[in-house]
């Protein structure tokens, strides 16, 4: 076992060795005693059921707000994107226009050349 389960364990079982000691030597009669410790248990559950719904509402928070700003950046990605599209399709609408330029220079030339 791991040490974290031989912890809980130990310290459940100190726990109901404490309540048994407890219930042996209360001053109260025994009925008082366990109903002392129910409620103590009761009030432990409650606890820890608060607390779990705190850290559960605070989790589902936080993931709303992830998804949130995921989506923002994801519009923001594909705006950029498209703005990038832009700029590398008249870029090599440029340089294809360079591109049959030059052609069009090589051509006359090699024309002329033949016709010497």
């Given at each position: ?56 509402h ?15 950046t ?43």
């Amino acid at each position: 076992m791991s040490n974290n389960t031989n912890s809980v364990l130990a310290l459940l079982l100190g726990a109901a060795i404490g309540a048994g000691v407890g219930i042996l030597f209360a001053p109260d009669k025994g009925s008082k005693t366990r109903e002392k410790i129910k409620d103590g248990f009761d009030e432990a559950k409650d606890n820890l059921k608060h607390k779990f719904e705190d850290v559960t509402h605070q989790l589902r928070k936080k993931f709303e707000g992830s998804k949130h700003n995921m989506e923002e950046t994801y519009e923001e990605m594909v705006s950029n994107m498209s703005y990038k599209t832009e700029d590398v399709i008249s870029f090599l609408e440029t340089k294809l226009a360079d591109l049959k330029e030059q052609n069009a220079k090589l051509q006359k030339k090699q024309l002329a050349n033949h016709e010497n």
